[in-house]
């Protein structure tokens, strides 16, 4: 059995509060009590549990994720990148599925407060006004990961998403491919919908390509919307030739579509995904990608938040992380203009 | 600014330590000065924070779930149905990733231990001598998820392996396949390897098919395994029409051996795997699989390490959920006999 506080005021002679304030504040306590604590506590091994010292030190070494759903791929990679980097910092991490719903996201917020969570590391998610607000009524430190503010001073840890979709995008024309379809999250995402459709047309624009409204397509996030969302593709530009897909699952409901259809990739048609989610090598053929450092985003999100947390302000404010193309078998040369 | 122990006293114009000896022990402080106290929380609409009162009610609330990796998108369905449940009864879930390594498992459990968690969810591990006696020196109450232990008395939630696999390759056998393949995880692995290989085994046998040794090929976890085991499946059975792989990621692998291979699924040879992650339908062609209840399994083992925790045991100690098969497109008759 563990010693208590209580089996070290026993064998010290001495009530329970006093160990507490020699633990606390030695000062107040005489020194012949105090000797004979701290012999006490020697003796019996004493270690104050967690929740004694959380209420000594203030800090509980416990930091909040709250993410959408730890089910898509690229959220496990993000939260596997943060629980390594606690690990070895000394935290543990809670973690907290939002489903993007303002209600269960807010409480989630009031709960890590309630449990003196040293930090919050608030993922994928727009920062809206009231988010803002709780996190100034908790004096919590946090941290963005994989989303960023531009209205509040908020340290944040993601990629340059407009620019990576332009070089995606680039990287289709390149082959040589004139007619490129994107199948495109809502533009009222402020992180994944709007700056990765504003590089998609960014890239069509400075190669000279027809770009008046582009061949866009939006979907929700998952899969079977992507699909029928290729299908609307399909049905309304019939001539393309190359698909940018704002994420790898939607990529991967291409893929299907085009299967389905007997349209053969990347002979025909080529597929540019975005994530490189790890799956993204198991689809067949093997989907080419736009990279984010997943595991390197969750890793220095949660090292950002220590610093934080130790100091009080971090530098930079908003950090970029680089993104990088990984070829592999789902886009090929087009034939449109040879 | 919330108000704290300290605002409490001050009010009261007693010390810290008789506050917080009136939450404690209230009968240990006289009348008068305990008057005091009660009207100054009143006023101040003082709440003690979590550790305070972690070390009233000794309850952190706090669950912590050891689990190989989340990035397994099979790991990573079974937290979510673990944090909705925990939602629901009031708890928040501490995620650990052990990699299935030993030194790494024991010092979350320790890490755990330290923390003050009120239980533990040990999910598809096998339950070694070492890991016992920590969970034991710790008297950490603890469920199984997705594993088991028929040595030790300890509470678990998981489906039948065996008789899941028995159904999956019996339903190949009804489809009229003879020759029948199976991706196989090492035998050392008492919950998805050895179970599932006496499933596969014991439908040959039944079914008076040759099962000597059946056509049974090894691989450890991932995808890139299972694809370099289905090359070895074909090289020695090349006539093998079916193949039975003992996880969903084990069938990817076989499907893209095959793709490469130009051998076409299910039209030559059927595929089966065993999980039903989310992936399983994103397949080309979509996954023919024995689903595990993925979400339930991990809802059910909260609520069981619920009831643990308020009631010292439950019953039944060993829980089975039920399987099912969920048939989509890549497994077809075999025309091996007809």
Redesign the interface.
Known sequence: MKPTIRDVAKLAGVS??TV??VMNAPDSVVESKRVKVLQAIERLQYQP????R??IYKK???LGVLIP???N?YY??V??GM??AAKSLGY??????TDRDKERLISYLE?CN???VDGILFTSETVYPDYYAEIRRFRLPVVLVSTHSLEYELPSVKINDEAAAYDAVSYLIGLGHRRIGMISLPLSDPIAGLPRYQGYMRALREHGLPHEGGQVIYAEHW?DEARSAAGRLFGQHPQTTAVFAASD?FA??V??FL?ERGIRVPDEVSVVGFDNI??S????PQLTTMAQPVYELGYKGVEKLHRLIEHGSVTPLREYLPHSLIVRSSAAPGKGTQ
Chains 1, 2 share one sequence.
Not at 49 to 52: K, L, M, Q, R, S
Not at 281 to 284: L, Q
């Open positions: 329970i509060s507490s304030r549990n967690a929740f004694a959380g209420l509980s070494h416990t759903d730890i089910r791929p496990a990679g939260i596997r629980e390594d543990s991490i809670i973690i907290c599925n709960n309630e449990k003196q899969y699952e991967m409901g893929l299907s299967h790890r799956m090598e198991m689809t067949i």
